[in-house]
């Protein structure tokens, strides 16, 4: 595929996409969300992949969906072309990790595409926010579900309600974000977590991110069941033997399935 909305690049053994229509502040619109999803789908089939990182320019993660291309959909145009879900549910059925870098604006879908990646790192600059209120509609890529879950239903009915924006800081203390780190650093830092988390076993870091998704979809039995039968699962894997025989041996592990 040609791309014209996004970048996709590989640092070592993290596949690395950059969101790229800077006129439009990295406004979403369906090319570039299928853009996104076959990036993601030669990442996901790459073994020498082990994880990816979204990020945006300095001034804007991305700024919603296209305002300019939804402004005149019927209801009929949204309701057959089963519009943002379509396209979108690539970022969630992805298997290996995904970390957002977020600097600058994240705003509408742009904030609900840095919460469907597995946990988001934000710039200094960095502005949440979900004002779809003050265009005569609602989050419709899962901003009124994942917040309420990331920060609580007091915060999130205040962003979704009132559109005020939330910073880096307040982001944190929140929970929406895993770090701040300066504006300058902020690819660096995520690239460098990526490559940590792609240095370990490939089985075991899908493993992970199922069983913490599993968490928001279940009740604490079923979800403490389902860890545990995954963690018993992990003694069939030639890389538990490789871990924890090296640190029996006080050497570095090499694991094989990466
Ligand atoms: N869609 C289309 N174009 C957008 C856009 C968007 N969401 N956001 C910004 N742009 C465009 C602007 O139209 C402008 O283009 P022109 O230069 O051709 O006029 C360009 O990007 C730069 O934007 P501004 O001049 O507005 O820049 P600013 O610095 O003054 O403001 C901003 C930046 C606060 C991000 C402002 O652009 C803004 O409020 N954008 C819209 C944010 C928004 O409402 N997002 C939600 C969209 S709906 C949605 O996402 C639904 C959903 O749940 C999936």
Redesign the pocket.
Known sequence: MEYSNIIVETRGRVGLITLNRP???N??NDQLIDEVGYALDGFEKDENIGAIVITGSE??F?????????ANYSHMDAYKGDY?TRNWERLRTCRKPIIAAVAG?A????C?LAMMCDMIFAADTAKF????I??G?????G?TQRLPRAIGKAKAMDMCLTARMMDATEAERAGLVARIIPADRLVDEAIEAATVIAGFSLPVIMMIKESVNRAYESSLSEGLLFERRTFHSAFGLEDQKEGMAAFVEKRKPVFKHR
């Open positions: 006129k439009a502040m406004a979403l001034k804007a991305a700024a919603g969906a296209d305002i300019g291309a939804m943002i604006f705003l509408g879908g742009g609900e926010g979900q004002p779809e003050k265009l509609v609602l989050p419709g890529a901003g």
